[in-house]
Nanobody, 123 residues
């Protein structure tokens, strides 16, 4: 699976962005998908994840209500809608695919990673 993230950019606080992650290969619909982010000097953390069918989602607690993850298996694409953005949301955002079981929030369980897209929120 190859993953290509896009949609990042510079936005003012309170604004919105929609990230997309396009996957190649036949295994997309067999993969749980996650969005992670990494700010300078910090670890890469889970933002949100969605099950392979799309019926189940997981969010970092503090982001629930502002961020929404979704997927379109027909288009091999996963999305992250980010609303009410804050300067502390500034980070490189990565999409990742997990083919095995286990928790959504464990970075090491993800098998494939996209290249990352920069999100910068100005105050």
């Amino acid at each position: 699976v190859q993953l290509q993230a896009s949609g990042g950019g510079l936005v003012q606080a309170g604004g919105s962005l929609r990230l997309s992650c396009a996957a190649s290969g036949r295994t997309f619909s067999n993969s749980d998908m996650g969005w992670f982010r990494q700010a300078p000097g910090k670890e890469r953390d889970i933002v949100a994840a969605v099950s392979r069918s799309g019926s189940s989602t997981y969010y970092l607690g503090s982001l629930k209500g502002r961020f929404t993850i979704s997927r379109d298996n027909a288009k091999n694409t996963v999305y992250l809608q980010m609303n009410s953005l804050k300067p502390e949301d500034t980070a490189v955002y990565y999409c990742a695919a997990k083919m095995r079981g286990g928790s959504y929030y464990t970075t090491g369980l993800y098998d494939y990673w996209g290249q990352g897209t920069q999100v910068t929120v100005s105050s």
